[in-house]
């Protein structure tokens, strides 16, 4: 694909961006969770690019693995791009190295597990384990989410660096539910409250019926690499009951991430 020069292409969209890397990337984030399986038509508008465009750049995708097109001719990811996505380490490794702890507080509690890291002003869920008859949540793996409402979140916003944070207190904060802070005052001293206390508890805030504590797995250099978090159903128990539990998880994983054994994972998992 990068066969002409500096990878300039000759359709010339603007929404698209003007280089051949710029469309491919603009094709590929077409895909949502929503809209997992695309006609070329429905793919060309999202990436805002024309169908001839579009359809040379699918055939490329097709061919090398990162697109897939079923029998009806509509496209969805493809399984190499799934295969080198694998590779991040800041997903895979740090998934490896906090699995057991997941699987131990799963077991314990048969509530719903997960573990997010940042990702600039969002977060990303890495895994999430679901009990069987747990709560459902708004969760997936790989998927992203506002970090000012979950617990993952304000733990992961609670230790950012003073930029990210003052940048997402900055922007309008997103009211999942009438319980979702939004006041950047208030996020403020919630997040002091979350460096204290070391957990972080968010209380109705995406739904109305979920609990979610949260607490922080600290990789080699003493920074806040992940979270890990209990979602569970509002009024089954309390914060301050759940936290030790999640706590003792994030203490293990944060030992683990620092053996000598998974130094590489620490160093890629800090966050941008």
């Known amino acids: 694909m990068g066969h002409k020069?500096?990878?300039?292409d000759s359709g010339g969209?603007?929404?698209?961006?003007t280089t051949v890397t710029s469309k491919v990337l603009a094709m590929?984030?077409?895909f949502t969770p929503s809209g997992a399986e695309l006609t070329l038509t429905e793919m060309a508008r999202r990436a805002g690019l024309s169908v001839p465009t579009a359809h040379r750049r699918a055939a490329e995708l097709v061919e090398w693995g990162a697109l897939e097109r079923g029998a009806e001719g509509r496209y969805r990811i493809g399984l190499r791009l799934w295969e080198v996505a694998s590779l991040a380490p800041r997903g895979l490794g740090l998934r490896?190295?906090?699995?057991?702890?997941?699987?131990?507080l799963y077991e314990v509690t048969r509530e719903n597990v997960q573990l997010a890291v940042r990702e600039g002003t969002e977060l990303v869920f890495v895994e999430r384990i679901a009990g069987?008859?747990?709560i459902p949540v708004l969760t997936r793996v790989g998927g992203r989410f506002d970090l000012h409402a979950t617990g993952v979140g304000m733990v992961l916003l609670a230790h950012a660096p003073a930029e990210v944070q003052e940048e997402v207190l900055a922007r309008p904060l997103r009211s999942y539910t009438s319980r979702t802070v939004t006041d950047p005052v208030v996020l403020r001293r919630h997040?002091?409250?979350?460096r204290r206390a070391g957990y972080a508890s968010s209380e109705g805030q995406v739904t109305t019926d979920a609990l979610s504590v949260a607490a922080p797995v600290v990789g080699r250099r003493g920074d806040v690499v992940a979270a890990v978090s209990l979602v569970v159903r509002l009024g089954d128990a309390r914060p301050a009951a759940l936290?030790?539990?999640v706590q003792a998880a994030g203490r293990g994983i944060s030992r683990s991430l620092c053996s000598p054994r998974a130094h590489h994972v620490s160093r890629a998992a800090s966050p941008a």
Do not use: I, N, S
């Open 5 to 8: 020069g500096a990878g300039r």
């Open 13 to 17: 969209e603007g929404g698209g961006g």
């Open 28 to 30: 590929l984030g077409a």
């Open 96 to 104: 490896e190295v906090a699995m057991p702890f997941l699987e131990d």
């Open 132 to 134: 069987r008859h747990a």
């Open 191 to 194: 997040l002091a409250h979350v």
């Open 243 to 245: 936290a030790p539990l």
